[in-house]
């Protein structure tokens, strides 16, 4: 079936850092790919979307860029502080249906 | 109303209990989904509804019986289940299935199977 593959599986940076997970999927249908950040104990959240008419988009510290030809979105997180302490999940939508990554466990130290 | 809830938060069960998980949402969204998530891993998807009707499942056991009694709730009824069924069970809203919506997370019922 589709897949989506995350990497790093696991990241750790210094507060102020940034961070950068990556992910690589293979339906090209594919138009919806969100991020969900998701703490310990709570439920996966929304930070960001994009939709394939677009290359890039930004909200404050986070960015995710698009890249169609290669299948891959990627998740910029800048001047990383401790409450970004989570594992986040990309995602994109097949057919009717998300398909998440495994997820990416980021830890910032301060 | 922005949220999608779900009761009850904690759920222990015996092989040979029923119980149902409840799902809520006031978003006026068309579309419920049922996910299975274990410890470390992805969300999982089970079951997809559209428009009240059961579009997806997942090749997902008998043992899990979803409903959708109005276009605000879903549920999922559960009979007989296995040890290996304990996990954090997710119930997500969007406003369709197609064409790529945000899907809206409830906060999960964990549920052990003893």
């Known amino acids: 079936g589709e897949n989506v593959e995350q990497h790093p599986s696991t990241l750790s940076v210094q507060e102020g850092d940034s961070a950068v997970i990556k992910c690589t999927y293979s339906?090209?249908?594919?138009?919806?790919f969100p991020w969900y950040k998701q703490e310990l104990g709570k439920r996966p959240q929304l930070i960001i979307d994009?939709?394939?008419?677009?290359g890039e988009k930004k909200d404050q510290r986070i960015a995710v860029t698009l890249n169609k030809t290669a299948k891959h979105f990627s998740l910029h997180i800048t001047e990383t502080q401790p409450e970004d302490s989570a594992v986040y999940f990309c995602?994109?939508?097949?057919?009717?249906?998300?398909?998440f990554g495994g997820g990416t466990r980021l830890m910032v130290k301060p | 109303d922005t949220e999608v809830t779900q009761t009850p938060k904690h759920l222990v069960m015996g092989m040979t209990n029923k119980k149902s998980l409840k799902c809520e949402q006031h978003?006026?969204?068309?579309?419920m989904y049922w996910y299975k998530q274990k410890a470390k891993k992805p969300p999982e998807l089970m079951f997809v509804?559209?428009?009240?009707?059961?579009?997806i499942n997942e090749s997902v056991p008998s043992r899990f019986s979803p409903e959708c009694p109005n276009s605000s709730l879903l549920n999922l009824h559960l009979h007989a289940l296995q040890p290996e069924d304990s996990a954090l069970y997710l119930c997500?809203?969007?406003?369709?299935?197609?064409?790529?919506?945000?899907?809206?997370f409830g906060p999960g019922t964990r549920l052990t199977v003893t």
């Open positions: 997500a809203s969007s406003p369709k299935t197609s064409g790529g919506y945000e899907q809206y």
């Open positions: 339906d090209s249908a594919s138009n919806y």
């Open positions: 994009i939709r394939s008419n677009v």
């Open positions: 995602a994109y939508n097949a057919g009717n249906m998300l398909t």
């Open positions: 978003m006026g969204h068309r579309a």
């Open positions: 509804y559209s428009y009240e009707k059961l579009s």
